[in-house]
């Protein structure tokens, strides 16, 4: 039987999944600061929003004092809440895209805005007092 490695191909000096490559064109419509060190896994490729449009969901939001997260992924909606928002609670339950939301988060200068938590929204909602 065949290897069952992950294939990689290497694009501008990092690699990548070949089934994220076709997304990989895209990067700068995901992060605009990809260069400048945003770090992703495989399935951020498929489920982060794209900058416009989580600008344009964080302009909906604009001024609350504080947006919950609950699925933050490698932090594409969380990053625009922050820049719009005095405080983002940012929750996921892998704690690999929570540390990649982090870092993406310091690329974009907002990681003070925003606390990140590693667990499931749907167990820590409940003890949420939010509207």
């Known amino acids: 039987m065949g290897s069952k490695k992950r294939k990689l191909a290497i694009h501008g000096g990092r690699k990548v999944g070949r089934c ?21 896994d495989d399935e951020g490729w498929f489920s982060v929003t794209p900058e416009a449009i ?8 604009s001024g609350s004092a504080v947006v919950v997260d609950g ?19 940012a929750i996921d339950v892998d704690p690999r895209k929570v540390g990649f939301a982090a870092n993406n988060a310091k ?24 509207d």
């Open 20 to 40: 994220v490559l076709k997304y990989y064109h895209q990067r700068y419509s995901l992060f605009s600061r990809y260069d400048e060190g945003i770090e992703m």
């Open 54 to 61: 989580a600008a344009t969901h964080a302009e909906r939001v």
């Open 71 to 89: 699925f933050c992924g490698v932090g594409g909606n969380t990053i625009q809440f922050a820049t719009k928002c005095s405080h983002v609670v």
């Open 107 to 130: 690329v974009y200068g907002v990681e003070d805005r925003i606390d990140f938590v590693v667990g499931d929204f749907f167990e820590i909602a409940p003890s949420f007092k939010f």
